[in-house]
Structures are given as structure tokens and as C-alpha cells.
């Protein structure tokens, strides 16, 4: 006890007080409640006069003699109670008027308006359910520090209202994202998140170790290939919300682990994931916030209309001023680079460096919904070739405020193309010190033959982001990575 506060020691003594007359606040398993704040206050006229029990957390109390006030926190919100001696008993009245900010208790009342008009609930009795041990932030100040907030979410949620508001929002978006997808004929599946292979992908793996079979495994960096057998196998729509995990940095839209949703769907193309992907935005959006005109950090953002299209090379000549196409060789394309300030590394290719000025010069520009297509290969393993641009693939990704919400394919489907990608992408990967292997299960799946299929990524959690207007991923995960305290 010698680290707890003044605070929390009167708490504490309190609380054994308790346990040695037997009254314990830990004895109840269960307690009637009847409704939620929600449902009085949206229900008045029903409800006036009529019996109720209730639960929470006391948030706030006004002692005026034999009468007091006090709100309670529930998971629908807020209620008054109005709680009178002659009503409860003198003994329950002295036992309310030691309770602490913080405890939860069990109320049990009629339902009134007082005279300034406030829905309460006029108390005929009171239990304690759980002694709070520590006081609650102070009320005016409020829980600030970003710190504390994500290590203590649960005192987080207690006493910011905006941050229950965001979670259950997420809430509603996952739903939405569902009832969307079920709605058009997509089957939720769910696929392995431990493996046997670090494939060649460039997000860095996390490593653990399996007793049993004394073998390293990889925690999942995406769920594409295993939702791509499904495909072969005859399941033409199929979908995962899922979680995933890449040893990579941490910063305000990147955690290491984190929620998407993937999806393919057979006999479609990237373009036909494009109409999804803007059908879905908008469902989702309207759901939730019953507009398509929203503002994120102080930016009006629509997603109503016909969502902007450009491809790769349209967008670098529109904000650069260089022409992908008046580049003839590789060599051509670096000394285009360097010309223009860049620095693409020795080596690269006429579609690395469209990339390169993509990322320097178009994509922060891109604040309205723009869908960028047409990537270069290099930049694009299991996305099928353009016939008409080969050095192109059927790619795209959708753009909001600068950054990337999305990823879509013509899902390559040639095996001996594949392999070949697969290939360059793991002595890439080996190059740099990986143990990366080429997926051959995968491979022999697109043997067996994938009929010509369009995919398509997402992150839930920026989608979040964007829909409730944080302005980090941490304030919409509950429980983020944080670094250990010393």
C-alpha cells in the first residue's frame, strides 16, 4: 500500500470496513437491471412513474441534506437519480452519502422529471455492486494525457464520452462492412493466422516457434493467398475481416497489428472492384453518419459523386510534369528522375521510377476519393499484366487525404508467371538477410486452374479513422502496442 494515494487509502480502509460488517461490495453475482439510461430517456412518456433498476457508475454527486442528486454512467449513457432519505431509509441514506465517485451502483425508482425538467429516477433503493478504489480523473480536466488514455483504455472509456462514441462507431462500421458484403452474395470465411513460411512479400514478419513440431512460424502479414485458394476451389465470393501483424514501424496510421478486410470475387476485374469499393465507402459512410459530406481534421471530404480515376502515369505527368511515356529505356527514366530533384536508386527500372515520383510528387495531393491505377509491375507481384502494356499491371489503389486507404488487383492467375514473381521476390528478400521461400502450395493451387478474378484490400482501421475523425490509429484500436514502462 505504500505507492496508493491518500485517496485510495480512505478508499481502501472504507472498503474493509465494509467486509468486516459483511457487507462486502464484491458478494452480488447479479443484479436486475431492467433498462439502460438510453432507454428512459428516449422513452419518457412510456415510462413516467414506472418502476426501473438501473446500474453504473456514480460519475458525479450533489449532498443537500436529507436529498441529493447524482448521475450514474451506464453503457447507454448518463441518468440523474434522485435519491431522499424518508424514501431509501435513514441507514441507506448514510451508507449513499459514503459511497465514492466512481463506485457502481444498483438504483431502484420510479421515473420523474424534476422541476428543471431533467428525466431521473426518484430512488426507493440503493445497492453498492463494486467498491472504485481509485479516484477518477477530475472532471473539468478530464483524462488528457494520450499516454495514459491508450494504457488505460478502461479509464479511457469511463470518462470521455467522444472516445465510447468512436468505439461503438467502429462497431457499427464493421457491421456495415458485413451487411454490405453479405448483402451482395460474399461468404466470411476465416484463414490461418500462423504459417510455416516467410513468404517474399516486403512487409517484415513476426517470428514465433511451435513446441510440438520444433518449427519457426510466421505470424500472417496479409490474408490474400490463402482467400485466393478458396477461389480455385469453387467459392467465387469470399471476404475475411482479419487480423494482421508486420514488424514494421509504429506511428499515427501504422500499428503492428492491425484490422483489414480482404476480398475476391471470380469472373470480375480491377474495374468492377473499383465500382465495389465506392459503393461500399458509401453505404458504410451513410449508415453511420447519415451523410456522404463529412470533415476530417478540418477538411471537408465527399464521398458522394463518381469518385475521381486517373492512372499512375497520368497522375506523375499531371503533378510532376514528366511523361512515363516519353521514356524509351531505364537509363532515360533515372536521368528523367535526377533531372527533376529525385534520387531513384542505381538500377531502376522505367516503373520504379514512376513509382518513385508517384510517391514524391502526386500522392499527397490526392485529398477527394481518387482512384490511381495501372502500376507498374515491379511494384505489383500478384497483379495480372495489361495486354495491351505489359511493363503495366491491372492494379489500383484508392486515395483520401493523401494517403492510401486501399488496394485492389486483377488477381494474376498464370502460374508460370507466378512462379517467376515469386522468384525475383524472394532472392530479393533473401538478398536482405530474410529467409523468404516461394509459396509452392500456392502456386500448384493456380495450377489446378483460377478462373480470372478480381481483389481487393482494405484497412478497417483507417477507414474508421476517416468515418470518426481521429486523427490516429491508436485512437481507434482499443488496446494499442505500447512500449512497456520501465
Known sequence: MEDYSEQTRIRLAKLQALEQAGASPYRLTQYGQSHLSRDILGNYEALEGQKVCVAGRMMSRRIMGKASFMHLLDAGGQIQAYVKRDDVGE??????????IGDVIGVEGLVFKTR?????????????LTKCLHPLPEKFHGLKDTDTRYRQRYLDLIVNPEVRDTF?????????????LDGRGYLEVDTPVLGTLEIGAAARPFITHHNALDIDMFL????????KRLIVGGLDRVYEVGRIFRNEGMDTRHNPEFTTVELYQAYTDYHGMMELVEALYKEVCLKVNGTLDITYQGTPISLGGTWARMTMAQAVKQYSGLDYYDWHSDE?????????????????????????LFEETVEDKLIQPTFIYDYPIEVSPLAKRKPEE?????????????YEFGNAFSELNDPIDQRQRFEK???????QGAKASVDEDFVCALEYGMPPTGGLGFGVDRMVMLLTDSASIRDVLLFPTMKPKE
Open 91 to 100: 441507514e441507506a441514506y448514510a451508507q449513499f452519502k459514503d459511497y465514492d
Open 116 to 128: 428543471t425538467g431533467e428525466i431521473s429516477i426518484h430512488a426507493q433503493s440503493l445497492t453498492l
Open 168 to 180: 461503438v462507431k467502429r462497431s457499427q462500421i464493421l457491421g456495415a462492412i458485413r451487411s454490405f
Open 220 to 227: 500472417r502479414i496479409e490474408t490474400e493467398l490463402h482467400l
Open 332 to 356: 532515360e527514366a533515372r536521368a528523367a528522375c535526377r533531372a527533376a530533384g529525385f534520387a531513384p536508386e542505381a538500377g531502376f527500372t522505367r516503373g520504379e521510377c514512376l513509382n518513385l
Open 390 to 402: 505489359p511493363l503495366l499491371t491491372e492494379r489500383f489503389e484508392f486515395f483520401i487525404m493523401g
Open 425 to 431: 521476390q524472394v532472392a530479393a528478400k533473401r538478398a
